[in-house]
Every structure is written in structure tokens, then in C-alpha cells.
């Protein structure tokens, strides 16, 4: 079975338009989406009224979170004190245009969805605000996965599409213990890390959308990337009073700002 | 020479017979550690802290770090991480909150607000729990993947924690893994993650044992360690 995984729609209306109609082309079986379908972009209430209504399964992301609960992340959430001033402006902007429906709605998105041995998160499965990047140690990238009991783990909050295969782990464990010492030897099967990227605030480079396909039966991963007219939201990011880095940066599909020193770093509330 | 030790649990008698037990051996101490769970649901901890905190002659000042009794308590005081003991009355019922709250006094309970979370010293990581929480129970059958985890997480080597109140040490002596990346633009060949000899150590439980005190000593220059068990009665024998 081909199911689509995609993430990050950031209130990109058009983005989500264009990656729904990609996944019929590919004729995917089946839709998930791995939250943050807030923040930054000028459509939130579309946005989420279309996921509603074709009911697709999705988990709370860190944007919706900051919604729902106000923002209340350590100083960490932000590289540096102009992210922290823009990336404020952009959740009032949202917070005080979202229907309370869509709060509702929001509130009671699941941290984490299983189906069969694929679970779905959108930062990790310990904490929506982690980032798991690709150059992550391999070791940590494995308990990511295991600590879900899933054999691929998809994750979106990077905005950066990847699949990450681990395979061939060993490790010679010894006990010692006073009543006595053993030793192990243990092997880990081959899991998957599998990042959708980001529909509606991409920063691979491109300004292109992108998510993933993957194939259930065969357990391949199809990157895909969607062209569409991000100039329309970029009008509408300036014509909606959000900052205009907002638009630049989506029209370069990067991350114009500094990077945070630590990104696997975990958020304390 | 450290001398390391958790779980007193509010147990005068057990902490002098380890205190006695480290002016016998001779050698000096040179850093002592308590990690966590000092105090118990007793009335008996006030009295252990003061001891504590004023040391005889001779004897090493310990470092101490919060535990899981001492995080209870500052949660009932509304002084916690989290707002309300859900840990503690899922694992004890809810007369323990009434228990620990009359146990200790206000005295305590403001040395406990001074105490660190942890410890980081050379190589080592010393907490009460795991780099993960307080409450996290690193026992000898521990997952090796959750292990590197706990350890990777500090960047450290070496992990002593006191959680479980057992002794052991948990060795990963060799560990290998293939990662391979494929992006939009890129495949990367695999590449193996190559990692040996890091380890979580359990110090053993100074007080939750009735005569029987463990504790750990660990040499940082040759990286030795030693499991103490010293037995002890809190009758007065022939005298």
C-alpha cells in the first residue's frame, strides 16, 4: 500500500492545495500528516478546514501546541532574540486570527499515531520540539526509533526532507554485578528514519513543497518535491501584515536565520 | 578516590557504618557523592541532614544531588518541576502525601531547595536517576540502545546513578552501526558509528536495605571501581 506522509503546512494554503493534488497522481492509498499545520504562513484556518475535511489522521505539532497552550518554550526555542521578536509576531498574528474550531480542533491532535509498524511524530517521539537531523549520532537516531517499538519512524520539524537508514548495529554488552558478571551480545534490526520535509515552509533550498511517499509493501521511500505558485503566498504573507522575511525566506526555501548552536536540544517547560 | 553513594532514605544508622566504613579504609576521599533519595517518608531524615551537613573531623563533605523522595516533597510544596504528585500516590497511594509532608521539616526542606540535579565531573555524570529524569530506573538488564542513549544525552562516558538501588556496572565495551542518508539532492555510502567502553554505573542503596548499606568507590586516575558492602545493627550488642 503507497501512503503519503507530509508535515509543516505553516498555514500555506496553495502548498497544501498542490502537494493534495501530487498525492492523487501517485495514487497514495492513504494520507498522514505529522502536525504544524500553523504558523508563519496567512491561511491556518484553510489550511486546517481542508485536513478536517478529508480527514486525514494527524498529530499535534509544535506551532499547534503554541496555540493551544500559549507560548511558554525556554529561551532555546529561538537561535537568537530577532527570531524570537519575529517568530512572536508571527504567533500573536496567528492566535488572533484562528477560528476557535480550529483551537478546538487543534487541542485534541494526538502526540504520536501507529499503524501497524510505522509510527507518525512530529519532532520525536520523546518531545514535538526536538529535532531529529540527519547528521544526528547514529546510536541516538536508533533509540528514537526503538523507543516507539516501530521499525520506521516518520518525523517532520526540520523542514528538510531525509530518509535515514540504520542497519548492521552490534553491540558487546558486560555486566558485572557482585554476585557475578555476564556478558551479551545483542543486534539491532534494520530501522527507519523517514523526514517528510515541509508542505508549506520548505528549506532545502528550494521554494518547492515536499513530503514523502512511501510503499508498504516494499518499504521504499519516494521524495518528492512539488512545484507551485509560491508567489501567491508570498503576497499573501506581505498583504496580511506578517513579517516580510517570512516571504523572502519561503521564496528561497531557507532558513534566513542564524542556527540554533544545539539543534537536538530538547525544550524544558 | 570518590566515594559514591544514593539511597540513605532518612537511615542515620546505615549512613555512620558507610561513614565509618570510609574512615577504616585509610584512603582518602577525595570527592564524596550523595545521589538523591537522602531523605525518606521519616522523621528521622531532619536528623540525618543536619548530620550530614556537619561532618566530624576527618570526615569528607559530601556533594549531594536531588532524588526522587526529594523531588516528592518539593512537588508537595509546590516547589517542584511538575504541579501535583501524580508519581507519588500512583506508587505509594495517596496517605504518603500526608506522610511525607509531616515528615519533613521546613529546615529540611530548605536544604533540599539548594541541592543540584546532578554532577559532572571529568568523564562522569553523577544523578540520581538518568540524564532522562529522576525518576528513570537504569537497572543491569537495561536496553544497550537505551543505555547509549542515557549516556549520549550528557556526552559523557560514564554514568553513576542510584535509582534502582542496585550495584552494578553496566559496560558497553564495543558497538557498531551503519547509518545512510539519502536526501533530495544526495546518497550518502554507509558509515559506520564506531563507539567502546562507556558505561552506567549503579552505586547500590546506602538505606533501603535494613543492615545492609552498599555503596561504590571509583579510583578517576586507573578508572577502577570497587562495590562496598558494609554490614551493620542498630542494636548495642554486649555493651
Not at chain 2, 570526615?59 to 526529594?70: A, I, K, R, S, Y
Request: proline share 5%; with cysteine; glycine share 8%.
Amino acid at each position: 500500500m503507497k501512503i503519503a506522509v507530509m508535515s509543516c503546512i505553516h498555514g500555506n494554503y496553495e502548498a497544501l492545495n498542490a502537494v493534495l493534488s501530487d498525492i492523487d497522481r501517485q495514487q497514495a492509498e492513504k494520507i498522514f500528516c505529522l502536525g504544524d499545520l500553523v504558523g508563519y504562513g496567512p491561511q491556518p484556518n484553510a489550511v486546517v478546514e481542508m485536513i478536517r475535511s478529508l480527514d486525514i489522521p494527524t498529530v499535534q505539532g509544535c506551532w499547534d501546541e503554541d496555540i493551544v497552550e500559549g507560548l511558554n518554550a525556554c529561551e532555546c526555542s529561538y537561535p537568537s532574540i530577532l527570531a524570537e521578536k519575529r517568530g512572536k509576531r508571527a504567533h500573536e498574528w496567528t492566535n488572533d486570527r484562528i477560528h476557535p474550531e480550529v483551537r478546538e480542533y487543534l487541542a485534541q491532535l494526538p502526540l504520536s499515531l501507529r499503524e501497524e509498524n510505522l509510527c507518525f511524530v512530529h519532532g520525536s517521539p520523546h518531545n514535538q520540539h526536538e529535532y531529529l537531523m540527519p547528521e544526528v549520532n547514529a546510536f541516538t537516531a536508533l533509540e528514537r526509533v526503538m523507543a516507539t517499538g516501530a521499525d520506521v519512524l516518520f518525523c517532520g520539524h526540520t523542514h528538510i526532507p531525509y530518509v535515514r537508514t540504520l542497519d548492521a548495529g552490534q553491540l558487546a554488552v558486560k555486566v558485572r554485578q557482585p554476585e557475578g558478571s555476564s556478558t551479551k551480545q545483542f543486534t539491532a534490526p534494520l530501522k527507519q528514519i523517514i523526514n517528510a520535509g515541509s508542505v508549506g515552509e520548505p528549506r532545502h533550498g528550494r521554494p518547492n513543497a515536499t513530503y514523502v511517499i512511501y510503499d508498504t509493501d516494499d518499504r521504499l521511500t519516494t521524495l518528492r518535491e512539488v512545484k507551485y505558485d509560491y508567489q501567491l503566498t508570498c503576497q499573501a504573507i506581505i498583504d496580511n501584515g506578517l513579517p516580510a522575511i517570512f516571504a523572502w525566506r519561503l521564496a528561497q526555501g531557507l532558513e534566513y536565520a542564524e542556527r540554533a548552536e544545539d539543534p537536538t536540544h530538547v525544550c524544558e517547560r | 578516590m570518590w566515594a559514591i553513594a544514593s539511597g540513605i532514605e532518612g537511615n542515620l544508622a546505615a549512613y555512620e557504618a558507610v561513614v565509618a566504613d570510609l574512615r577504616k579504609s585509610r584512603q582518602e576521599v577525595e570527592n564524596f557523592y550523595l545521589l538523591g533519595d537522602t531523605i525518606g517518608p521519616k522523621v528521622e531524615s531532619n536528623q540525618l541532614i543536619k548530620r550530614i551537613q556537619q561532618p566530624r573531623k576527618g570526615e569528607p563533605t559530601p556533594l549531594v544531588c536531588q532524588g526522587w523522595w526529594e523531588e516528592q516533597i518539593l512537588i508537595l510544596h509546590a516547589l517542584g518541576r511538575t504541579g501535583s504528585p501524580t508519581e507519588l500516590i500512583d506508587r505509594y497511594g495517596i496517605d504518603m502525601t500526608k506522610t511525607l509532608w509531616d515528615a519533613i521539616d521546613s529546615t529540611t526542606l530548605e536544604w533540599v531547595r539548594t541541592l543540584e540535579f546532578e554532577f559532572v565531573e571529568l568523564d562522569c555524570f553523577l544523578i540520581h536517576g538518568s540524564s532522562l529524569s529522576v525518576s528513570d530506573e537504569l537497572t543491569p538488564s537495561i536496553d544497550p540502545i537505551h543505555a547509549i542513549d542515557r549516556l549520549s544525552r550528557m556526552d559523557v562516558n560514564q554514568l553513576f546513578c542510584g535509582r534502582s538501588g542496585l550495584a552494578f556496572e553496566y559496560r558497553i565495551e564495543s558497538g557498531s552501526l551503519n547509518s545512510q542518508v539519502q536526501t533530495l539532492d544526495n546518497l550518502t555510502a554507509p558509515t559506520p558509528t564506531i563507539l567502546s567502553n562507556r558505561r552506567i554505573i549503579g552505586v547500590g542503596s546506602v538505606g533501603r536495605v535494613e543492615g545492609k548499606a552498599s555503596y561504590t568507590l571509583y579510583h578517576p586516575e586507573s578508572n577502577k571501581l570497587a562495590f562496598k558492602t558494609v554490614r551493620y545493627g542498630t542494636k548495642k550488642g554486649f555493651g
